[in-house]
């Protein structure tokens, strides 16, 4: 009866989502490898809620032939990207009253090129097109907390900036919009092989979150893994251990599971999105399968495209 009746919400997802071509209007490599495209959208944009997704095809091509999913990293009003005359000057929140209430026309995505999608998406002009349907998947419901801390592997950020811009107040997404308790503070920990894989850090600062940044070479920030990261602040007391405390994760499935046992370890809520490869995103194909347990501790397979992408990360069979 509880499947079935989660089943059922769980296709609304899908159901509320919008299909259509919209236009490129603004793309840039913000990293090594890394890239940010801004669509037309203004269906889909006004709608978005932190931690959902879209599927995303270049119209009249066949090879690949089927969409992609990619988090909406955020919504905007405008058309163009914002020009940042010096990249490393923290900037204070620039969230505005005109920002909140008037329904978001652009979404932003940011991508590491892969394969085929994303080697031709990256070519991709203004002015061409996208055929993109979305919203897509649940997205992050989290309880009021005075503390959530965003943990990020490689491009995993993508995932998490709007939720933490969120609890910030320094946003407001949904139609209608989401009424979110802002959180006393977001602390941002994001991991990645080398530093010139970061992009747009100044994103999370310019929303006050405060980041923390680790690198397996050292080239940047702290040298070690995420979980070297989380160490070292849960040591030097942020947050403080009595803080009522969330954690948002999304990267790498391995690097999640990581989180996740840390998490598990220290009796820390901890929601993961994941990133499981989706043909259809609308329920339909079964290839976006993960094993998830209930609350008996039974697994069974869930699709993440329409139960997801975001679940309890102690209910994950890793
Ligand atoms: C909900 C969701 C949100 C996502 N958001 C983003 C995002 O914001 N930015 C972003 O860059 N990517 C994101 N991804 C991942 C992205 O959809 C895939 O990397 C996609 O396959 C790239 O397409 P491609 O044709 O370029 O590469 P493909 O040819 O599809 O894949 C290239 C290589 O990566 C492997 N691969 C493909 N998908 C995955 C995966 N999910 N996990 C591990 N290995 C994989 C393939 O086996 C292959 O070796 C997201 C995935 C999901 C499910
Ligand atoms: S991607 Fe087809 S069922 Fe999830």
């Given at each position: ?22 236009e490129i209007v603004a793309h840039k490599q913000i990293a090594d490898n890394t890239y940010r495209l801004r669509l037309d959208c203004p269906e889909i ?29 955020d919504t905007f009003s405008l058309p163009v990207f914002k020009i940042r005359t010096n990249p490393l000057q923290v900037q204070p929140n620039v969230f ?193 399968v993960a094993k998830v347990r209930d609350a008996s501790g039974a697994w069974d397979y869930r699709r993440t495209c329409i139960e997801g992408p975001i ?8």
């Amino acid at each position: 009866m509880t499947t079935a009746v989660s089943a059922l919400a769980a296709c609304s997802y899908a159901d509320t989502a919008t299909m259509l071509t919209a236009e490129i209007v603004a793309h840039k490599q913000i990293a090594d490898n890394t890239y940010r495209l801004r669509l037309d959208c203004p269906e889909i944009a006004a709608k978005a809620r932190p931690g959902q997704f879209v599927m995303l095809r270049i119209p009249e091509r066949t090879d690949p032939l089927l969409a992609r999913p990619l988090a909406i990293y955020d919504t905007f009003s405008l058309p163009v990207f914002k020009i940042r005359t010096n990249p490393l000057q923290v900037q204070p929140n620039v969230f505005s009253a005109h920002q909140t209430h008037a329904p978001h026309r652009y979404a932003d995505f940011v991508y590491a090129v892969h394969g085929k999608f994303t080697t031709a998406l990256k070519d991709l002009t203004p002015g061409s097109s996208a055929v993109v349907w979305g919203p897509l998947g649940n997205g992050f419901q989290i309880p009021a907390v005075n503390h959530l801390l965003l943990v990020a592997g490689g491009i995993g950020q993508t995932a998490l900036l709007a939720l933490g811009r969120q609890h910030m107040g320094a946003a407001a997404y949904g139609m209608p919009l989401l009424a979110v308790p802002q959180a006393q503070a977001v602390t941002f920990c994001w991991g990645a092989r080398h530093g010139g894989l970061f992009g747009d850090v100044d994103d999370f600062r310019e929303a006050g979150i405060d980041v923390h940044l680790a690198t397996l070479d050292g080239s940047i920030g702290h040298k070690g893994t995420v979980i070297d990261l989380l160490d070292n602040l849960f040591a030097s007391g942020v947050p403080p251990t009595n803080d009522s405390l969330h954690i948002a994760c999304c990267g790498p499935e391995g690097m999640m599971a990581a989180v996740s046992h840390w998490s598990s370890a220290r009796q820390l809520p901890c929601d993961v999105s994941l990133e499981a490869p989706m043909a259809c995103g609308i329920g339909i194909c079964f290839t976006c399968v993960a094993k998830v347990r209930d609350a008996s501790g039974a697994w069974d397979y869930r699709r993440t495209c329409i139960e997801g992408p975001i679940f309890d990360a102690n209910r994950i069979e890793w």
